[in-house]
């Protein structure tokens, strides 16, 4: 490594945990602020519960509400907890596989509008995805630099708890071949093997599934659950999270494809394309992993399973961060090393992440005609915004005299 280049990893490693802090920081006063309003999507979503019985994404919030009655602790403030340990497991672990590996090739993707930010640009962040980030990024760190044998007992226990993450949100389901894949990338198990073992690893996570589907929820289960809230004095205000438990999946199809008509993927596919642009610096990472013929399955069935997904939901912007956010983690397994270039190095390059960055955001659903233009302009300058002007912000959420 020259001089040049041992400089440059010295200064971006600096400027890289300062900016993941002020991220963070930032993220963190955005959940004080949805905890505070009683948000119905960021808070209503984590406090669905069986108060009305078994319905869908009601196991986390029936573990939160169980032990708010036990110790008096506010449930939403028991969410707000949960939900910063996430995020901070996340960017922890993020920063060390960052630290560890070439951290210039990754530089793009470090400061793009959706890996750390997404939930800066849009409102409909702060969900159980994270989460999911927070296991992934942690068990990508345990394969990469643990011993195997340490690496195998903490993947196997996350493969049997994930039923209960599934338990908590349906559609984490259709992720978890990204949580086979860390197991299975450069793995010398025969290919009858791999899919017995992922088989056998996937049948709980499978039954949970399938139960969250059988049991979606009802209007009875509505108001029961709203009632469990205001008997522990966090009422959540209509319209959110636990309101969708009565929405049919016919109306949520019907609804979903009156926004595809209206050119829905032709306002995404733009987005798609400018978030790749992050890739190509590690595209020979990308490729090495995509070469690992289960791996490579794995990561087709996820992105396949995608579709029915986009069908009948309108969040399209989450399911293509997760995707994105997967694909960053994971390439840290691949054992090809990405060199600096010249393009990594000079000012022409940093002046294109600039304009590149604040070129797009990934706007988490309900793009129109009339609302592309605020999906696609020079929204990454939010950084500083958020954190000072914006209504999520630390300044504003000072103004609060009792925050709990």
């Excluded at 159980?128 to 068990?139: G, Q, R, T």
Aim: net charge positive; with cysteine.
């Amino acid at each position: 490594m020259n001089d040049k280049v041992k400089r440059t990893t010295i200064l971006l490693d600096s400027v890289t945990r300062c900016y993941l802090i002020l991220i963070l920081t930032s993220t963190i006063c955005s959940l004080i602020f949805c905890y505070i309003i009683h948000h119905s999507w960021n808070i209503g979503d984590w406090l669905i519960n069986y108060s009305g019985g078994f319905v869908r994404r009601g196991f986390l919030g029936e573990v939160i509400i169980s032990l708010s009655s036990i110790t008096a602790i506010n449930p939403g403030l028991l969410v707000l907890i949960i939900q910063i340990l996430s995020y901070i497991i996340y960017f922890h672990f993020s920063y060390l596989l960052l630290n560890k590996t070439n951290i210039i090739t990754y530089s793009i993707l470090t400061f793009s509008p959706f890996i750390f930010t997404f939930q800066l640009n849009s409102l409909g962040a702060h969900r159980k995805e994270i989460i999911y980030f927070a296991v992934l990024s942690f068990l990508v760190y345990a394969r990469k630099h643990l011993h195997f044998k340490k690496f195998k007992i903490i993947f196997l226990l996350i493969t049997l708890s994930y039923p209960a993450i599934i338990l908590s949100h349906e559609m984490l389901f259709i992720f978890m071949p990204y949580i086979m894949a860390v197991y299975f990338i450069g793995s010398r198990e025969n290919l009858l093997r791999k899919f017995t073992l992922t088989s056998l690893l996937a049948l709980p996570s499978l039954v949970s599934f399938i139960s969250c589907l059988i049991f979606s929820g009802s209007r009875d289960k509505v108001i029961a659950i709203r009632q469990s809230l205001s008997q522990l004095n966090y009422p959540i205000p209509r319209g959110g999270a636990i309101d969708a438990l009565d929405d049919s999946l016919v109306n949520a199809v019907n609804t979903t494809g009156s926004y595809i008509i209206h050119n829905y993927y032709v306002f995404y596919i733009p987005i798609i394309l400018l978030s790749l642009i992050a890739f190509i610096p590690i595209s020979n990472k990308i490729n090495d992993i995509l070469k690992d013929r289960f791996a490579y399955f794995l990561i087709l069935s996820s992105l396949l399973a995608t579709v029915p997904l986009l069908m009948s939901a309108l969040d399209w912007g989450r399911f293509i961060y997760i995707h994105l956010v997967s694909f960053f983690l994971l390439s840290f397994l691949s054992k090809k090393r990405s060199k600096p270039t010249d393009f990594a190095l000079n000012k022409i390059s940093i002046l294109f992440l600039i304009v590149w960055a604040l070129l797009f955001r990934i706007p988490h659903c309900c793009i129109t005609k009339n609302n592309f233009f605020i999906a696609t302009n020079i929204q990454q300058i939010t950084v500083m915004n958020y954190f000072f002007n914006s209504p999520i912000s630390l300044v504003h959420i000072l103004k609060y005299k009792w925050l709990f």
